[in-house]
Nanobody, 126 residues
């Protein structure tokens, strides 16, 4: 079992930055792909970013087109934590952001993840 706890959400003005953190329990954190998804009111959950190991010490990261160049994902396996650095935030980034852990191949799909956090609210004002 893996438990995930997100933090770092809040209210920020457009153009501002936030860093989300997701702390995971369990000893097998490094073996999981970690993803961030978000869900805005009245909309479906959507993929934001994900990161996994890709051969040896290399890491593979993926981003939704809407956040490329603005968001950056990273992980610290020693701290069992994954981060999402969000810059140049826009009002359309407003959503509840969820952290997820899993072993599926297709990182952009929610079904690839087995564990989910409770979410953290990000609100970007115009």
């Amino acid at each position: 079992q893996v438990q995930l706890v997100e933090s770092g959400g809040g209210l920020v003005q457009a153009g501002g930055s936030l860093r989300l953190s997701c702390a995971a329990s369990g000893r097998t954190f490094s073996s999981y792909a970690m993803g961030w998804f978000r869900q805005a009111p009245g909309k479906e959950r959507e993929f934001v970013s994900a990161i996994r190991r890709s051969g040896g010490s290399l890491l593979y990261a993926d981003y939704a087109d809407s956040v490329k160049g603005r968001f950056s994902i990273s992980r610290d396996n020693a701290k069992n934590t994954v981060y999402l650095e969000m810059n140049s935030l826009k009002p359309e980034d407003t959503a509840v952001y969820y952290c997820a852990a899993g072993g599926g191949r297709i990182l952009t799909m929610g079904g690839s993840y087995d564990y989910w956090g409770q979410g953290t609210q990000v609100t970007v004002s115009s």
